[in-house]
């Protein structure tokens, strides 16, 4: 785009296979291209790494990534390092072996890769990291893939010559199945050092040992020059999903300090001498228990930017607290390639086993936390803190969030000095540039649905207008955003009613293992994907086995999944559907459309 008005210069779509975000574990998303030379390096769902020319948008080269027998994905950054593209992928919770890899930026031809987990002992290892990786893993992980992917957050210090990344969880989540005698399972939840040109191993810092709560270790790594203890310090700073702020020497990789920015009920403390979590043992689920641990999967900070100011010393962040039911999988566990597999429920139900656990009520905020003394200083409460942030000279922090607005406050103090509305979510990070000696401040927005996006409530369901964009500001700009029109839908023909409390119980428990990731938990969809409650087939059995078995709408994204599912469990979950689509009936009284003749 023209960064002084806006208008579109080129367009390039990667155009991956639509069945490949069925595959995915985190839906089709991107988080950014890089720059270098003259080329714009943009990752494709399906694994492929392209780059393009950043004068007309036309490619230059690609090439694939990742075995496409595996279900790999793309929806990171890739970062440029001494003329090489680094990137690594998604897909930990499906079941694969997490790498990072080099690729020449003329010409896409490979120069290394680093596995994060150890590969098949029988085979032989790749390096000493490796070998020494194995040590800490037991049983026959490699046959799940182990996880452990880098999926985002990868940066460089060229001061000291190292590249830095980190790792998600390990694969399954259940460490009992994963690696069911123990041990750390390195590299998963870990943050790793290599030297750029070799790919070789330098350090690492395990975030989590035996990790078993999906808390990737792939938030945004920030360095920065602080002052600790009177002597300057080379750091590396990380506020993961498990809840805890973390400081490291970034030479070394040693722990310099790490404090909660959230309650957490999993851990007490972090051992500062062992650098290890000071674990609740009760947090764990064996035996198919459950228990509530806080964080959750969703907690502490996620994959959102986050901001430094070397005027103010702050890192600036959103912050969450919740909790989240985890649980043995209640049927017998069985790995599928291609399917998500967690190895635990996704939506547990049924007594929790350690109500002593202290959770806390769901909240989020904007966070400013002091990193030298591991301290908030002001906590500014958010409907969600999804919003990235970004930090600026004029001592201004500025975040878009769920709310539909986009804000600015005091860098110091937290007093909100500015807003705008957005009309829709913003999740990314805002950025600022100069354009023609002006100052401008951006920002991506669009998640679907949104309370906001006209005046007064929108009727549940709706049908929403695409109102992804880039939304852009300057000073004394008169710009004003258009209304949205929405177009209230009503109910399907009533479906028959559902089949007993057994079989909505099973087609429940099915939903939730894999369908979930598109449609969301218990069918409660997230509007970027079909509200399968609201279906027009939901009523006709036929034609919805023709779609879920059969792969009817494969080419939408919608895959077959006839070599998991019979047709009884195609039924039952049918037959669930139809139960929560009764109960969002009683919820959100909709007309209901007229039947429709037969076909």
Not at 68 to 93: C, E, H, L, T
Not at 198 to 208: A, E, F, L, N
């Amino acid at each position: 785009l023209d960064a002084a008005t806006g208008k579109e210069i080129w367009r390039y779509d990667p155009a991956p296979p639509r069945e490949v975000e069925a595959g995915d574990c985190c839906k089709a998303a991107n988080r950014g291209v890089a720059y270098w030379n003259g080329k714009v390096y943009v990752g494709a769902l399906d694994g492929r790494l392209i780059a393009l020319d950043a004068g007309t948008g036309k490619p230059v080269w690609q090439t694939m990534t990742v075995d496409r027998d595996w279900p790999y994905v793309i929806n990171g950054a890739p970062r440029v390092v001494k003329g090489k593209v680094i990137i690594g992928n998604s897909g930990g919770d499906i079941g694969v072996r997490g790498f990072i890899s080099a690729y020449d930026a003329k010409t896409g031809k490979q120069i290394w890769r680093f596995y994060t987990v150890p590969g098949d002992p029988a085979k032989g290892f790749e390096n000493d990291a490796m070998r020494m990786a194995a040590k800490t893993w037991t049983g026959e992980w490699w046959k799940f893939g182990g996880g452990g992917t880098v999926w985002e957050s990868i940066v460089y210090d060229p001061e000291i010559d190292l590249l830095y990344f980190g790792t998600g969880n390990g694969t399954p989540w259940n460490e009992h199945i994963r690696s069911p005698g123990g041990g750390d399972n390195l590299f998963t939840a870990s943050i790793v050092a290599l030297r750029p040109d070799t790919g070789q191993y330098v350090w690492h810092y395990q975030v989590v040992p035996g990790e078993m709560w999906d808390y990737d270790a792939t938030m945004p790594l920030m360095l920065a020059d602080l002052t600790i203890d009177g002597k300057p310090r080379k750091v590396l700073m990380q506020a993961p999903k498990d809840g805890f702020f973390y400081v490291l020497d970034r030479e070394t990789g040693k722990l310099i300090s790490a404090e909660k920015h959230v309650p957490t009920n999993w851990a007490s403390a972090i051992d500062i001498a062992t650098g290890r979590p000071v674990e609740n043992p009760a947090a764990r689920y064996p035996d198919g228990k459950l228990v509530r641990v806080q964080p959750g999967s969703f907690g502490g900070h996620g994959w959102y930017p986050m901001a430094f100011s070397p005027r103010t010393g702050l890192v600036y962040l959103g912050s969450t607290v919740n909790s989240q039911t985890y649980g043995d999988d209640p049927a017998d566990y069985t790995f599928q390639r291609g399917y998500v597999n967690t190895g635990a429920c996704s939506a547990c139900k049924g007594e929790v086993s350690n109500p002593i656990l202290p959770v806390e009520k769901k909240s989020s905020s904007l966070l400013a936390w002091d990193p030298v003394h591991q301290k908030q200083v002001w906590r500014v409460p958010h409907e969600a803190a999804d919003g990235g942030v970004l930090a600026t000279a004029g001592d201004l922090v500025f975040q878009g969030g769920a709310d539909g607005n986009f804000a600015a406050y005091n860098a110091m103090t937290g007093e909100r000095v500015w807003s705008a509305p957005l009309q829709n979510v913003a999740i990314t990070g805002p950025i600022s540039y100069s354009a023609g000696g002006e100052q401008y401040v951006a920002i991506t927005v669009g998640r679907g649905f949104s309370s906001l996006l006209t005046e007064g409530p929108i009727p549940y369901p709706a049908l929403l207008p695409n109102t992804n964009r880039v939304v852009v500001f300057k000073q004394n700009a008169q710009g004003v955003l258009p209304k949205i029109a929405y177009t209230p839908q009503p109910l399907p023909p009533a479906p028959p009613q559902p089949a007993d409390d057994k079989t909505i119980a099973e087609g429940g428990h099915l939903f939730n293992r894999y369908c979930f990731v598109c449609h969301g938990v218990d069918a409660e969809s997230d509007f970027i994907h079909p509200d399968l409650r609201f279906s027009n087939i939901l009523g006709n059995a036929a034609a919805w086995a023709s779609v879920v078995e059969d792969g009817e709408r494969k080419s939408a994204g919608m895959i077959a999944f006839h070599d998991v599912l019979s047709r009884d469990e195609v039924e039952a979950i049918r037959d669930f559907v139809i139960s929560r689509s009764e109960l969002a009936k009683r919820v959100v009284p909709l007309p209901r459309a007229e039947a429709a003749p037969s076909q």
